[in-house]
Nanobody, 114 residues
Framework: QVRLVESGGGLVQPGGSLRLSCAVS????????MAWYRQAPGKQRELVAV???????NYADSVRGRFTISRGNALNTVSLQMNSLKPEDTAVYYC????????WGQGTQVTVSS
């Protein structure tokens, strides 16, 4: 059974950096589109960054220039490097992957606070 395993959340001060990682487990296939979403308390889940199987990337306007999504060295892994973090980046971050089916991770908390 395919599932997504996330890691790397935590507490960081404004201006700091965090790196989130996500791995697709239970699949021998490549070719996943992968992305990160986030959901802050009382708000809808929103797309943060996407990386297609073909290598195209796109970012939410609020994070462009500060966040970078990239493939990991291992098969079906993706990372999100988050720099210059702001309090408004505080949210639960979810990994997403699509090949034939669509899959979600369990979420990892990112808190930006002094």
């Amino acid at each position: 059974q395919v599932r997504l395993v996330e890691s790397g959340g935590g507490l960081v001060q404004p201006g700091g950096s965090l790196r989130l990682s996500c791995a697709v487990s239970g699949s021998i296939f490549s070719g996943y589109d992968m992305a990160w979403y986030r959901q802050a308390p009382g708000k809808q889940r929103e797309l943060v960054a996407v990386l297609t199987n073909g290598g195209d990337t796109n970012y939410a306007d609020s994070v462009r220039g500060r966040f970078t999504i990239s493939r990991g060295n291992a098969l079906n892994t993706v990372s999100l490097q988050m720099n210059s973090l702001k309090p408004e980046d505080t949210a639960v971050y979810y990994c997403w992957a699509k090949r034939i089916g669509t899959y979600w991770g369990q979420g990892t908390q990112v808190t930006v606070s002094s």
